[in-house]
């Protein structure tokens, strides 16, 4: 897929959390093709000590408003100098990198699962709708450690059922996600995850387990995002490789978890 380096247009920045906000851009022409599970790489300008481009997963792409969002954990310089752009700024993007999840061919149920953590939750909003528009039905399950941070829950009701868990049981049920009363309640044809690793990793053990294909999107640490300077290599059954050019997503099956 073609990629572009693009001076785009700060339409709006909401923050939705003390830790998260959302970041919408524009361009004078339409947006370029990007699938779920993509992400971008953010030049970060007016920062000192950012000198590397920031990766952040493509959250959703409003082709009515020809927008691209961004969620955003502020948890250092650069993204919190991202949560200070303001309508009108120019942010210059690098998109869109990486692969995305694919769309199953023959399901054993129409129904999908579509469970993040935290900030993982910001990819299964495009892939919900995308996963929707050709006639599949999104369940999104999502964790965080409180209710307060369960980000976007309005966004991902327009696209299909949402269940939460919590860890100290202040929105939906108490627990992590794989303790959801949702996995023995219903069979779904795939699994899609994002988060913390160990959430990952217990989400594709219960898919396996229950014999379930799942893809995983990888939140390794990346700082060029196009295979160069290999700080976000992962261990495969095919041996090393880049997770910014041959994931972040991956079929559970690929990975030595």
Not at 18 to 37: A, F, I, N, R, S
Not at 39 to 60: A, G, K
Not at 150 to 176: A, C, P, W
Not at 232 to 237: D, F, G, K, L
């Amino acid at each position: 897929m073609k990629k572009y380096l693009l001076d785009m247009t700060v339409t709006s920045n909401e923050p939705l959390h003390h830790d998260y906000c959302l970041l919408k851009l524009t361009t004078e022409q339409p947006l370029p093709e990007m699938v779920p599970g993509q992400f971008v790489e953010v030049r970060v300008d007016d920062s000192p000590s950012t000198f590397l481009r920031r990766p952040i997963s493509i959250n959703y792409v409003d082709r009515i408003q020809n927008e691209l969002w961004l969620l955003i954990r502020l948890i250092g310089e650069g993204t919190r100098r991202m949560a200070r752009y303001k309508a009108g700024e120019t942010v210059n993007v690098l998109l869109p990198l990486g692969n995305g999840f694919s769309v199953p061919q023959k399901p054993s149920s129409p129904e999908l699962l579509l469970a993040g953590g935290g900030v993982g939750t910001a990819p299964m909003l495009y892939l919900g709708e995308s996963l929707k528009k050709v006639g599949f039905t999104p369940v999104f399950l999502l964790g965080a450690r409180s209710g307060s941070d369960i980000l976007q829950r309005e966004n991902f009701e327009k696209h299909g059922s949402v269940y939460v868990t919590t860890e100290d049981g202040s929105m939906g049920e108490k627990g992590l996600v794989t303790q959801h009363s949702i996995l023995k309640e219903k069979a779904f044809g795939q699994i899609y995850t994002c988060g913390p690793k160990p959430m990952m990793m217990a989400v594709a053990k219960y898919a396996k387990t229950s014999g379930i294909p799942c893809e995983v999107s990888l939140e390794n640490k990346m700082a060029c995002g196009f295979g160069v300077c290999l700080c976000c290599v992962e261990h495969t059954t095919e041996g090393n490789v880049c997770t910014c050019t041959e994931g972040p997503v991956f079929n559970i099956n690929q990975l030595t978890w």
